[in-house]
């Protein structure tokens, strides 16, 4: 009953937050950050790279998100190979001068000043924006090859967690003039991908799950210390796996939201390309008619479930929302390319929103999983992914659970004028 009544209510109110959303021109407004008022966090995830391929900070003013967004996490900070945080692109994080049309502030930067590269561009979008928080988010995908041995002993913890305080919460930058970055950054995100599992061919190992715990008992500690001196409160989160049935059972969940202020559920890729078969790849609610042998395992609602049952309260949950979809080729029309068979993974496999909302083929959603999919039966292409609908559900879904709110990846996925954050921020109000 509990599972119908929320379909119900999720049909409802993606028909009231679609005519709710608010204007292009009214989300490009410049002023203090968005604040949905009522505790909730929309996180936006920045990539390092963005600006290679054209996306700035500056494009977070154009498309609204600095104004509809609590916080921007910067991925990533690397891990050197003696256990310390170090950058992983100098020139992109701090080194690159910036042009007058590229910069927030439209001032080019000069040789002589103390700091430049993203960093200083989300230094003059935090002056723009002063309510919008910054956090550094340390690893990812391809940088925590190292945690597993640096966690392994208190020293390693102590030393790893003092450079990454002193680097991004003091703003002593290697390199650079002392405190050159200091009040960037408010917080910082553990990404550690995984704790006791292969990750990206990583070292792992079962000593993982309490030097986990540990880790970030040390960076609450150290970060609290930098804090008082500060006089700030900084964030710590971790981005944590939404797989219950490998990634999560590896974690300490209880102490380790305790110790967070929230935890970012990696709510995506439930299935995808690596798989012979058409599904959902980031669906809300399950489907019992799923024919892959994960039949009714893998739903946003059920990791929720989860992290709930083993001590994780409601308001520490903050879901993940992709901003990409994943693809599929080789997929018949048959059920209009839904639960398939597939040769593989297409070549426009992970391509951001704005490139599939143009993509050839008809858009299709589903009731009873509250996703949609688009198939394109010229091209034999299978697309999962979120679009505003699906978002604004799950906006009403976090705020019927009581979940702290959502963050998303990436922001250089979402449309020109903001389509995926306008559809997040009111559906969080």
């Known amino acids: 009953?509990?599972?119908?009544?929320?379909?119900?209510?999720?049909?409802?109110a993606a028909t009231v937050a679609a005519t709710a959303l608010p204007s292009a021109a009214a989300q490009a407004s410049s002023g203090p950050a968005h604040s949905t008022g009522n505790g909730k966090v929309a996180i936006g995830f920045f990539t390092q790279w963005s600006i290679y391929s054209g996306f700035l900070e500056k494009n977070l003013i154009s498309d609204g998100a600095a104004s509809k967004l609590t916080e921007i996490n910067y991925a990533f900070s690397s891990v050197s190979a003696d256990g310390l945080c170090t950058s992983g692109d100098s020139w992109a994080d701090y080194q690159r001068p910036f042009s007058a049309d590229e910069a927030?502030?439209?001032?080019?930067?000069?040789s002589t000043q103390a700091l430049a590269g993203n960093f200083n561009q989300l230094k003059e979008l935090k002056a723009k924006y002063p309510?919008?928080?910054?956090v550094m988010s340390i690893g990812g995908w391809s940088w925590s090859n190292q945690f597993s041995a640096l966690a392994s002993t208190a020293a390693g913890r102590q030393a790893f967690v003092d450079s990454c305080v002193d680097q991004y919460l003091n703003g002593n930058i290697p390199?650079?003039?002392p405190g050159?970055?200091?009040g960037i950054f408010d917080g910082i995100d553990l990404d550690w991908e995984y704790p006791n599992e292969v990750g990206n061919n990583n070292p792992y190992g079962p000593q993982d799950t309490p030097d986990f715990t540990a880790l970030m008992q040390t960076f609450r500690t150290s970060m609290d210390q930098a804090g008082k001196a500060n006089g700030e409160h900084y964030v710590l989160t971790a981005d944590v796996s939404p797989n219950q049935y490998t990634n999560a059972q590896q974690l300490q969940l209880a102490p380790v939201a305790k110790t967070a202020d929230w935890l970012n559920v990696m709510t995506v890729d439930f299935h995808g390309g690596w798989?012979?078969?058409?599904?959902?790849?980031?669906n809300l609610l399950p489907d019992p008619k799923d024919p892959q042998a994960s039949n009714d395992k893998?739903?946003?609602?059920?990791?929720?479930q989860y992290y709930e049952s083993h001590g994780v309260p409601a308001d520490k949950i903050a879901l993940e929302i992709p901003y990409y979809a994943h693809a599929w080729a080789g997929v018949s029309a048959t059920n209009n390319g839904l639960y398939q068979p597939a040769t593989g993974a297409a070549a426009s496999d992970q391509e951001g929103y704005k490139a599939v909302v143009d993509a050839p083929g008809t858009v299709h959603y589903d009731p009873v999983t509250a996703s949609v999919w688009k198939y394109d039966p010229a091209s034999q292409t299978f697309y999962s992914y979120d679009n505003p609908t699906t978002i604004a559900e799950k906006g009403l879904y976090i705020d019927l659970a009581g979940l702290r709110g959502a963050s998303v990846w990436s922001l250089d996925g979402d449309t020109s004028n903001g389509a995926l954050t306008q559809a997040l921020s009111?559906?969080?109000?």
């Open 1 to 12: 009953m509990r599972t119908l009544r929320m379909r119900t209510l999720l049909v409802a």
């Open 104 to 110: 927030v502030n439209g001032v080019a930067d000069t």
């Open 131 to 134: 309510n919008l928080k910054i």
């Open 175 to 177: 390199g650079l003039a």
């Open 180 to 182: 050159a970055a200091k």
């Open 275 to 282: 798989e012979n078969q058409t599904d959902f790849t980031q």
């Open 298 to 304: 893998f739903s946003i609602v059920q990791t929720v």
């Open 426 to 429: 009111a559906s969080l109000l």
